[in-house]
T-cell receptor
Framework: GENVEQHPSTLSVQEGDSAVIKCTYS??????FPWYKQELGKRPQLIID?????GEKKDQRIAVTLNKTAKHFSLHITETQPEDSAVYFC??????????FGTGTSLTVIP | GAVVSQHPSWVICKSGTSVKIECRSL??????MFWYRQFPKQSLMLMAT?????????EQGVEKDKFLINHASLTLSTLTVTSAHPEDSSFYIC???????????FGPGTRLTVT
């Protein structure tokens, strides 16, 4: 099966700075990569996703980049705000309904 | 948007008892649902895939006789933790794809505490 690794496990940034979270995957057949934000005790919420035919996607302060050759993808959050503090998960999908999740990154934005 | 609900949101039970957790897709039909387990500050670990009208598919290391899954209808899947022990205490989350894999919706989770 697919194996997704995520780094760093914890990340602290000053408000207004950028945050970058990186994930690698093992199966080159994976072709869909969503990112989820999870606040404590709540459900994961999809914040952005990218398909394998695209190298970059941006939505306001959030962007995701994908390098298929290297099998890694990254989440970029610019102009961070305290409400961005949460746990972020990357995931990879091979084409069916099953998703393989990264280990999560706990992001803290310091006011 | 599509909604997936879970019930209960929090349950405390005594060791040795069984607990049933429900996962419902409120405005769409889900022939497949997924059950995850999440420990504090850790990732979601897929436990099993629930299939409407057939047996669930369990991930390696998950005891099927302990975690009973029943996909009774196109909108309901249940997870029963049998003979619960304190080590079963965790956050259990279900998810369901709405139409395609690109639309994966998560339930709000159920926090199980076994005393």
């Amino acid at each position: 099966g697919e194996n997704v690794e995520q780094h760093p496990s914890t990340l602290s940034v000053q408000e207004g700075d950028s945050a970058v979270i990186k994930c690698t995957y093992s199966d080159s057949a994976s072709n869909y990569f969503p990112w989820y934000k999870q606040e404590l005790g709540k459900r994961p919420q999809l914040i952005i996703d990218i398909r394998s035919n695209v190298g970059e996607k941006k939505d306001q302060r959030i962007a995701v980049t994908l390098n298929k050759t290297a099998k890694h993808f990254s989440l970029h959050i610019t102009e961070t705000q305290p409400e961005d503090s949460a746990v972020y998960f990357c995931a990879a999908n091979l084409g069916g309904n099953q998703f393989y999740f990264g280990t999560g990154t706990s992001l803290t934005v310091i006011p | 948007g599509a909604v997936v609900s879970q019930h209960p949101s929090w349950v405390i039970c005594k060791s040795g008892t069984s607990v049933k957790i429900e996962c419902r897709s409120l405005d769409f039909q889900a022939t497949t649902m997924f059950w995850y387990r999440q420990f504090p500050k850790q990732s979601l670990m897929l436990m099993a895939t629930s299939n409407e009208g057939s047996k669930a598919t369990y991930e390696q290391g998950v005891e099927k006789d302990k975690f009973l899954i029943n996909h009774a209808s196109l909108t309901l899947s249940t997870l029963t933790v049998t003979s619960a022990h304190p080590e079963d205490s965790s956050f259990y989350i279900c998810s369901a794809p709405r139409v395609t894999r690109y639309e994966q919706y998560f339930g709000p989770g159920t926090r199980l505490t076994v005393t």
